[in-house]
């Protein structure tokens, strides 16, 4: 009772500060003041378009954004959101979605760790999903022109031809086509206009980066129709070098893997891309508009970079050397370590260098006994979708809007994730994901527009198939697992003005889902039965169709499991427009993510389910725009209740379905999803823009983010979780911070310098938290010169990216008490780049 009495009154003077501090700003620029301007009505800016509404020369521009299923200045929006415009993007050399993650506060989008593709890490104000397996919903919705993307497998997509780009904090689920818990990202891509016009852009720059992208807008028939045709390509090589340990270490017993005459056996980390979009837009009346896009990606990048960091033979696992040479010693030393952040744990006498794996992607010997298995390095994706979007004006006020679309993706990728050559853990996984989503939108307007309406459904239709290959001993199969999911909504928001400067918001969501996990578990192709020497014995399972599979593994085939639920959010906001250019809100919105069964069974006892999160999140704000446009400030305070989170852990709990099986005897391997318990997340984030001078642009974000569990459930305490774990990902401070001028000559055109700094304190990437998957806290510098053409038809630029070459890790995964391991994620070292663009 002590607990929750201190809870509830901690919360209550955290709101209460919020508010003064919200109050001391309102007074600040209270009505009267100079600053005050006149704005553009949100009813008079174009759909989607990014509009500069200042009023004096050399004002900071608006960005008008759709955020609440209409236009409207993102000043004027009653949510903590960041807008990126395409020239934004263009000047900081953004080129994926991780990338923008360093301008928005309290935001994570980073590539995944080793063992889960091409997908996405997506967390914001500490609420989102490192599990990329589709089964498993994203705690941070992804969008392309409105449509839902519901994976972060395959989600790292390329930033090109972009319109904008809307990152909203805090829970969406009356404001999107499906919930997202804590947050979304949303791409909106540039509509065909026909006007003819259209740019080439060739990039190069270090490790052989060459890129090309390019778009042509193309009448077709005049006032009507509209194509806009978009490509790109883009190749690098990998910065991690994989050597031949047997190559580089003449007389060692390792066996050799194949090499050329230099001991490489190749990188990780490249990337080769090709992708494509076709966009049409049919407007044959005023009242009518039909968008038709397609897109499809050829990816076929390198796998992930990763090195080993610690080894220590742990005596759980059965592969710890080959030919009598050791994985590692019992300090953690190994010979197969060439860097390390740690202290005396690289003992390679070939290379110093972070950069360095001796993963060779095969292993020699597998425990059913078969032929040596051996994959080539890669984190690739093919596939792509359509989408159909109808807007239609029913009358002068009332409008209706249809999304449907279609996306198949299949992503190849392969995990080494012991980087040695003792072949302790390959897994190769083909996932392939499908869906359609159906939204429909009426949007009304009523009372001459004092009341905006708008009433939504949504379907979405779901298929994940994975096809994997687990060789981990004393495991060796090949999983093939089905999970269909459905899911349907309803959803509703109306929007007040009750006065000229108060508004009132209200939303309503109810959602239902049904996901089944079918999972198969079959004998790898030439296996032979009997006792192994890796652990217990393969035999002929009627249960795997005869096949010869690990006996632990064999009870799993066939079994399936059904999550059903469903549920109502709810948001209510206030906004009070003080004058033109200052405006405060306050809201309490819900969220929540849906439930399931661990997608990752070893046995027959971790087949678990795990029940939906929820977060209920109170937030205040206010946006300003000051002396006459020069100085805009935006900032946000937030609070939230947190439920049910679900929780990634590599030992299993005891399943209570079985409470006389020894826990011992099942709980590793393990890759499972569980509820943790409760907790509480709060914190602040500020966003400031000046233009002091007119050509003279400074930006400024900061985030702090405090969160932390309030009570555990046991599962969760016997997986190593505990009151003071830190979650994962999760930094208490992120900021970031640019200046550019543009120099304007008479002849020659504009020039235009760019510095760019981001920070981020430091973070544990898993529970439980130990010392070695704390990632320290790190500055960068990003760098640009540009070169603008009188009529502006050349433009060249100049990126330096990790200007002062620091070494940082983006995750670190502690597997010691699995196979005795530490290996880390470095991030790229620094890279130049030069594109030259062509307009026309």
């Known amino acids: 009772m002590t607990d929750r009495i201190n809870a509830s009154t901690w919360r209550k003077t955290w709101l209460l500060k919020s508010a003064a501090l919200t109050t001391f700003a309102t007074v600040l620029a209270f009505p009267g003041s100079t600053w005050a301007q006149t704005a553009q009505s949100p009813a008079e800016e174009p759909q989607g378009a990014a509009q500069n509404t200042a009023t004096t020369e050399g004002a900071i521009g608006e960005i008008v954004v759709t955020a609440q299923f209409r236009a409207q200045s993102v000043q004027r929006t009653p949510l903590a959101i960041t807008a990126l415009s395409a020239e934004t993007m263009s000047a900081q050399g953004l080129t994926n979605v991780s990338d923008i993650a360093a301008q928005a506060p309290n935001v994570v989008l980073q590539p995944a760790q080793a063992g889960a593709g091409p997908s996405v890490q997506s967390f914001i104000r500490g609420v989102g999903q490192v599990d990329s397996n589709p089964a498993v919903s994203p705690g941070v919705g992804t969008y392309i022109d409105d449509v839902y993307y519901g994976s972060i497998a395959g989600a790292n997509f390329d930033l090109v031809d972009l319109d904008r780009v809307e990152v909203l904090r805090g829970p969406q689920g009356t404001l999107a086509g499906q919930n997202s818990i804590g947050g979304s990202v949303k791409l909106y891509s540039k509509k065909p206009t026909g006007d003819g016009s259209g740019y080439v852009a060739l990039s190069y720059g270090r490790f052989n980066n060459v890129r090309v992208n390019a778009a042509a807008d193309i009448p077709l028939v005049r006032d009507r129709l509209f194509m806009r045709i978009t490509g790109v390509s883009d190749s690098k090589d990998g910065y991690v070098t994989r050597y031949d340990f047997a190559c580089t270490h003449p007389g060692t017993a390792v066996p050799s893997f194949g090499s050329s005459g230099d001991c490489k056996l190749g990188t990780l980390g490249g990337k080769s891309v090709t992708a494509g979009r076709v966009q049409l837009r049919w407007v044959p009346s005023d009242t009518l508009e039909v968008n038709l896009a397609g897109d499809y990606i050829n990816d076929n990048s390198e796998g992930t970079p990763q090195t080993l960091l610690y080894a220590k033979n742990p005596g759980q696992t059965p592969k710890t050397s080959i030919n009598g040479v050791s994985l590692g010693t019992a300090s953690g030393a190994s010979q197969f370590i060439s860097y390390s952040p740690y202290g005396a744990y690289a003992t390679d006498p070939y290379s110093k260098s972070a950069y360095v794996s001796y993963a060779t992607y095969c292993d020699p010997s597998p425990s059913d006994k078969t032929a040596a298995y051996c994959v080539q390095p890669r984190s690739a994706t093919h596939g792509g979708g359509g989408s159909l979007t109808i807007d239609y004006k029913i009358g002068d006020h009332v409008s209706l809007k249809s999304i449907t679309a279609y996306r198949r993706q299949r992503m190849d990728y392969v995990d080494d994730s012991d980087t040695t050559p003792i072949g302790g853990a390959l897994l190769t996984n083909a996932l392939t994901y499908r869906e359609f989503t159906q939204e429909l939108r009426l949007n009304a307007g009523l009372f001459d527009n004092r009341i905006n309406l708008t009433l939504g459904g949504f379907y979405m239709n779901e298929k994940t198939k994975l096809d994997s290959r687990i060789d981990i001993p004393p495991f060796d199969f090949l999983g093939r697992d089905r999970v269909p999911a459905t899911t349907y909504a309803a959803f509703g928001n109306i929007d007040w003005k009750a006065t000229d400067k108060l508004q009132l918001i209200g939303g309503l969501r109810y959602s239902k889902q049904e996901k089944t996990f079918n999972f198969g578990r079959l004998g790898v192709p030439g296996s032979v039965a009997g006792f192994h020497p890796d652990g217990p014995p393969y035999f002929p399972c009627p249960q795997a169709g005869g096949t010869v599979v690990n006996v632990a593994v064999c009870p799993v085939n066939g079994l399936s499991g059904t999550f059903k639920g469903d549920n109502v959010d709810y948001r209510v906001a ?267």
């Open 574 to 840: 206030a906004q009070y427009q003080w004058t033109p250019t200052f405006m405060t809100y306050a809201s309490v919105a819900t969220g929540f993510k849906g439930g399931g069964v661990n997608p990752r069974p070893y046995n027959l006892y971790q087949v678990i389910p795990f029940d939906p999160e929820r977060l209920t999140s109170y937030e205040i704000g206010f946006k300003s725009d000051l002396f006459d446009r020069r100085l805009r400030v935006n900032a946000s305070l937030f609070y939230g209740n947190y439920t049910n989170l679900q929780l990634p852990v590599s030992s299993c709990p005891a399943n209570p379905a079985y409470p006389n099986v020894p826990l011992a005897s099942y709980a590793q391997p393990c890759s499972a999803l569980l509820n943790a318990g409760k907790a509480r997340t709060q914190g602040g984030e500020l966003e400031v823009t000046a233009r002091p001078v007119d050509k003279l642009t400074l930006q400024g974000t900061l985030g702090y983010l405090d969160i932390g569990f309030k009570s555990l459930q046991a599962a969760a305490i016997s997986a190593g979780t505990t009151l003071n774990s830190q979650f994962p990902l999760a930094s208490k401070w992120k900021a970031s911070a640019s200046a550019q001028y543009r120099i304007d000559t008479e002849s020659a055109g504009a020039i235009t310098p760019r510095l760019d700094m981001t920070y981020q304190s430091s973070f544990y990437t898993s529970i439980p938290n130990t010392t070695f998957n704390k990632v320290p806290g790190y500055t960068l510098l990003n760098a640009s010169l540009a070169w603008e053409a009188p009529d502006g038809k050349w433009m060249v630029i100049g990126n330096l990216m990790n200007l002062t070459n620091k070494l940082y890790y983006y995750a670190l995964l502690d597997a010691r008490a699995v196979n005795g391991l530490v290996t880390g994620f470095p991030a790229a070292p620094r890279q130049w780049r030069i594109t030259v663009k062509r307009s026309f």
